[in-house]
């Protein structure tokens, strides 16, 4: 692999903001960055002067279903090759390949798929976005807040099952998602975070009572926040009051404009602060697709002008790309670095590896994003690769 000095005019780090900035990439790691001046090209290098833009870490997407007309619950080399090529091209340059709700044997078979795919996906040379592991959402969701996970097939929690699915991983489990309210739910959340995975609570139609209980179990994550949870009340604050007042919970959010209204996007980012929102985009095959119709797992959905709905008409996942999260949330007034921040560094460190990914550091991977002035990506590097 080529060594790279990339020479741009900011750097977002995204603790730090530096101007006039060198990015040293060799052997698909950051090996140094700081001032321009400060570097002297090394023997052999490449310069890449990009003076006009701005560079990033990669986006981190943990909750992420499909894109390019494939689902991660196909299982296949081909279809996850499909997906990390196609998500790259918009800035995701890691994901947490996620499951939806199915039968245990074919949930199984799609995360032995993942799982056998993972130790051989760097083997081509193109830009793709790194499997970090699996997130399981499904089957242990609330059938009140199912969205549209399939009521037939959705489990009351079993720590019999959830040991299934893990061996199934083989060690590449990341997130669960469950709804704390079901009986079985705090030995499931036991068992998970003992073997060090995020429990997040979501499609759950828990009390603010249930929530915070599990939340004294570790589940200090919220999948896709407001969506598929308890309504809000002030006499009733439920799961979503836990989750805006508990400082230890991290909060997803889809900021396609379409699953959250602004004013409740402000509302999550004014309670929460920047350090504990996680951009995602709960995409689905149909992401980077034209509208049509496509299958989510097992689920038929439609989409119309970017929006993914099933039959009944309920929002199915989205098309939503992380590029275009930046923009919208940049767009609400938050700061640039702290909307960088959101899909970078806080899934990384959701996932305990802040100092391999999600910020441009000495000894970090060389996922490295450059955007124009207004905020569309003009490059790409996963790991160093870049076409």
Excluded at 117 to 141: K, M, S, V
Excluded at 260 to 279: F, N, R, S, T, W
């Amino acid at each position: 692999m080529t060594t790279t000095l990339l020479h741009v005019g900011k750097a977002i780090t995204p603790t730090a903001e530096l101007h006039d900035a060198g990015i040293l990439i060799r052997d698909g790691e950051i090996e140094r960055i700081g001032k321009r001046d400060e570097f002297e090209l090394p023997a052999g290098a490449a310069e890449i002067r990009a003076e006009d833009s701005t560079a990033i870490p990669g986006f981190i997407d943990v909750h992420i279903h499909g894109a390019g007309g494939r689902d991660v619950m196909e299982g296949s080399s081909e279809a996850l090759e499909t997906i990390t090529k196609r998500v790259a091209q918009f800035g995701t340059t890691s994901i947490v390949a996620t499951t939806v709700t199915a039968s245990t044997n074919d949930t199984i078979r799609a995360v032995e798929g993942i799982a056998k795919y993972i130790p051989q996906q760097f083997e081509g040379n193109d830009p793709c976005a790194e499997i970090l592991g699996i997130h399981f959402e499904g089957p242990f969701l609330s059938k009140e807040r199912r969205g549209v996970h399939p009521t037939n097939l959705l489990q009351l929690p079993s720590a019999e099952v959830l040991q299934k699915f893990l061996q199934a991983a083989s060690g590449n489990a990341r997130i669960l998602t469950i709804a704390p309210e079901l009986l079985g739910a705090m030995p499931c959340i036991d068992a998970a975070r003992s073997l060090g995975m995020v429990v997040s609570m979501g499609h759950t139609d828990a009390t603010y009572e249930q929530a915070r209980a599990a939340i004294a179990h570790g589940a200090h994550h919220a999948t896709h926040a407001y969506n598929a949870m308890r309504p809000f009340s002030h006499r009733d604050p439920g799961v979503i009051g836990a989750v805006l007042t508990s400082s230890e919970v991290n909060a997803e959010l889809i900021a396609d404009g379409i699953h959250v209204d602004e004013i409740a996007m402000k509302v999550l980012l004014q309670a929460k602060g920047p350090e504990h929102v996680v951009l995602i985009s709960d995409g689905t095959p149909a992401t980077g697709m034209p509208d049509g119709k496509y299958k989510l797992g097992g689920i038929d959905v439609t989409v119309i002008n970017g929006v993914c709905r099933d039959a009944g008409g309920k929002l199915a996942g989205s098309t939503l790309t992380l590029d275009r999260a930046l923009r919208n949330i940049v767009g609400l007034g938050i700061p640039f670095a702290h909307a960088v921040r959101m899909l970078t560094l806080n899934p990384a460190t959701v996932l305990g590896i802040e100092f391999k990914k999600g910020a441009l550091r000495t000894g970090a991977d060389a996922d490295i994003l450059l955007l124009n002035d207004a905020l569309q990506i003009t490059r790409v590097w996963t790991r160093g690769l870049s076409n």
